[in-house]
């Protein structure tokens, strides 16, 4: 899968996050009267888009690498932080609304046109922030965190001040609620992808077998190459490769390449090597997969 194709991905299943989120609010709008305060309310509307986008989004990492055993994981670690995320945020919005309606709107008009939207964006914005940073929860790697950070943000914002356009503009039509969420999920994923490209420090393309065309994206500090699952890079079928084969690390935007044991025999350039530094155009081989090493 190529970096295009894996940002391409990410969006699609954000959509599909807010798709699934828009029955579900439907039914706690519509039963909004019954909860004891509008504070709890606020609680669990958020915990549910939350839970549903989050663990969509947590699903990607799995989906575009064509590792499976991250996909459940992905979907758990995504509807948790999910959860705190959508509480967080839409609290966090409802204190921006207080604080604005008493220093900034001291009219029920302003406050109504102005400052619930804004309070709403803000309240989307952080949902973003949260379910972008599943990834590097899931992974433990704040390099992915920071690309979630930034990516959500900025998703969650364009996102929200979509959907709270939406339904400004046609308040009485329930499609401007469903299509506002799925551009909300849909620029989430795709900003994730494009931070994620953004602050990659270079691509490994394979070059034979199975998955051949797959482009792995260089994020982390550290990145495990090998045959088992819980490997960065999974090498499923490919033959003469370690469970934990060789090991990548990024040192002041390099990246070395080295093995992970006296066993794990890597060539670069047909060159065995203990550790190298990776330039552009290298052709690195571990096992039988074959790479071709270019910067983003």
Known sequence: MSTLLRKLVFGFIGLLGGLAAWPVSEVLLAAQSGFPSFLIFTVCLGAVFGAIMGGFLGSSEGITLSIRSKVVPGIVTGSLVGIVGGIAGFLIGQGVLLFISEIVFHSNKS????????????????????IGIVEGVRAMSWAKIKVGLLGGFVGGILGGITLEGLGYYFP?????????LMVLGLLIGIFYGLFEKGMSSGVLRLLNGKLKGKEYLLVQRKI?????????????????????????????DNVYLKPASDQGRVLVNELKVSEQALKFED???IGSAKFLFFYK
């Open 283 to 285: 052709v690195v081989q």
């Open 224 to 252: 495990k190459v090998g045959s088992s699952p819980k490997s960065d890079i999974h090498l499923a079928d490919y033959k003469n490769v370690q469970d934990t084969h060789a090991l990548l690390s990024v040192k002041k």
């Open 111 to 130: 406050l109504r046109s102005i400052g619930i939207p804004v309070s709403r964006v803000v309240s989307w914005a952080f949902l973003g922030l949260f």
């Open 172 to 180: 009485d039509l329930l499609i401007s609620r469903l299509a506002g």
